[in-house]
């Protein structure tokens, strides 16, 4: 099925989802990505609830407006593994999925406050503002070490000073294939390394190093601050010779 019929016939199944049960949603939001499963392998993202909330003394649909969003590519990958695949059946599946987590955030407010908070500093960071750099932290946990905050994903790695003496290149796996970048010049204290090279849907991919610190250093980053820094790196699959070049930073 492609991208125009798939999207048609979504948003027809989107409204005829009776009207209370959409109450809150502000729409629905077809994407041409195929997203994998951070971990996982031949697992794909079909779909997302996007959900934010505002500040009230209750919750309703009023204070909280969710936009649901179906991958596109994801679904194609999936036909492709598969000849039987039904895409008419998984698209109502995923859909209403999708909703009841909308139709469960109405029920239980608190659970959103991490992942609001989450979002607030994202947005500080891409302003150039100050932010809290382990917001990531208080996104969805999808993951040992993996967090995501909207479409983008964030995998950390602590390091301490005996590590980086070891260390020429940091590995990590991600869609069940292991890859490695070789380790910043520089590392500072929270270090975000932009991934290049890699399948990740609509939204980036980001190596957080978070250097291990004991209680007197922390308190006194805490006076001084933080060294914060970012670079990017291409991500190498693990066995193939590395390019000469360094991540920048």
């Not at 989450?118 to 750099?133: L, S, T």
């Not at 790196?233 to 066995?239: I, L, M, R, S, T």
């Amino acid at each position: 099925m492609d991208y125009d019929i798939f999207s048609a016939r979504a948003h027809e199944a989107f409204h005829a989802i009776p009207a209370p049960f959409r109450d809150g949603v502000d729409g629905l939001v077809v994407r041409p990505e195929r997203v994998p499963h951070p971990t996982a392998v031949d697992v794909f993202t079909l779909g997302l609830c996007l959900t934010e909330a505002y500040p009230s003394d209750w919750s309703g649909p009023e204070t909280l407006r969710s936009t649901l969003v179906l991958f596109h590519g994801s679904f194609q990958a999936l036909c492709e593994a598969n000849p039987d695949f039904d895409w008419d059946a998984e698209l109502w599946e995923t859909l209403t999925h999708e909703l009841r987590h909308h139709l469960e955030s109405l029920a239980r407010d608190d659970s959103l406050e991490g992942v609001d908070y989450a979002m607030g500093e994202a947005f500080h960071r891409n302003q150039g503002d100050e932010f809290d750099p382990l917001y990531f932290r208080r996104g969805l946990e999808v993951g040992p070490g993996i967090f995501q905050v909207e479409y983008d994903f964030f995998l950390e790695v602590e390091w301490s000073a005996g590590d980086l003496d070891d260390w020429k290149v940091i590995p990590f796996a991600w869609h069940g294939t292991d890859y490695r970048i070789r380790r910043p010049l520089r590392p500072g204290d929270i270090h975000f390394v932009w991934l290049k090279g890699l399948d990740v849907g609509p939204g980036t991919l980001q190596l957080v190093l978070v250097r291990r610190m004991g209680f007197t250093e922390r308190l006194k980053k805490r006076q001084d601050g933080l060294e914060i820094l970012e670079s990017e790196a291409c991500a190498e699959p693990v066995g193939k010779t590395m390019s000469e070049k360094p991540p920048s930073g």
